[in-house]
C-alpha cells in the first residue's frame, strides 16, 4: 500500500476505494466490449452470412442428436418426423429472422446501459483519484505512466491509470508529452500489454504547478 505524505490516513482510505471501483469499472468495460462484440456477430455487416451459417451447423447439430439418439434407444424415426423436427428449425430460425431488427434494438439498449455503467464507474473512479492519487502525481510531475505505476506497486492497471490521466488531459490540469495510446478501445486483456511498451515514454507533466 503507498503511503501518503499529506493527510495519509484519508488518502489511503480513498486509495483502497478506488481499487474496489476499478475492479468494477473493468467488469464493467469486459462486459461492454463482450456486448459490442456480440452486436457486430450477429447485427453488423456480415450478420446474414453469420446467421445462414448459425443454421446450417444447428441442422447438422440436430441431424447427429437425432441419428444417435434412434441408436442408443434404438428407436425408428420416419422421414416425416425429421421432416416435421426441421420444419418446426426453420420457423423458429424465420421468426428470429424476422425478429432481427428488434433484436438489434434490445442489444443495442443493453450496450447502452453497459456504457452508462462504465462511465459512471469511472467518473467514480476520477472523484476518488482526485482525493488520493492526483495530488500525488502533481506534485512528483513530470512522471511517466510506468513510474505512476510501480508507484502504486502495480495495484492499478496501466489502462486503468490512462484512462484517469485522461480525465485529468481533458480537464486541463495534466499535459501528455508523448502520443496518447488508444488502449481504451482495446479488450481488457490486450489493454495492458498494449500499453506496457509505451508506458515509460509517456510522460505526464502537471498544468497546476504552472499556474
Not at 488508444?182 to 508506458?199: C, T
Not at 507533466?205 to 504552472?210: E, H, R, T, V
Request: charged share 20%; hydrophobic share 45%; with cysteine.
Amino acid at each position: 500500500m503507498p503511503i501518503f505524505s499529506n493527510n495519509g490516513e484519508r488518502r489511503t482510505s480513498f486509495y483502497q476505494e478506488l481499487q474496489r471501483r476499478e475492479q468494477q469499472w473493468w467488469q464493467a468495460r469486459h462486459r461492454l466490449i463482450t456486448l459490442q462484440e456480440r452486436e457486430m456477430f450477429w447485427f453488423g455487416e456480415n450478420s446474414l452470412i453469420m446467421w445462414l451459417m448459425w443454421q446450417l451447423v444447428s441442422y447438422v447439430g440436430v441431424a447427429l442428436a437425432l441419428m444417435l439418439l434412434s441408436k442408443l434407444f434404438e428407436v425408428h424415426l420416419y422421414l416425416w418426423q425429421y421432416i416435421t423436427v426441421f420444419g418446426v428449425q426453420t420457423a423458429f430460425f424465420i421468426l428470429m429472422f424476422v425478429m432481427k431488427g428488434r433484436l438489434a434494438n434490445l442489444m443495442q439498449d443493453n450496450i447502452h446501459k453497459a456504457d452508462l455503467v462504465r462511465e459512471q464507474m469511472l467518473n467514480e473512479m476520477v472523484i476518488l483519484a482526485s482525493d488520493s492519487i492526483f495530488p500525488d502525481i502533481h506534485a512528483q510531475s513530470p512522471i511517466s505512466l510506468q513510474h505512476i505505476h510501480e508507484r502504486y506497486d502495480a495495484q492499478l492497471r496501466l489502462a486503468s491509470l490512462q484512462c484517469l490521466l485522461q480525465k485529468e488531459i481533458d480537464a486541463g490540469r495534466l499535459l501528455l508529452s508523448q502520443h496518447e495510446i488508444e488502449a481504451r478501445i482495446l479488450p481488457p486483456e490486450l489493454a495492458d500489454a498494449e500499453l506496457s511498451p509505451h508506458a515509460s515514454g509517456m510522460i505526464y507533466k502537471s498544468l497546476l504547478q504552472m499556474q
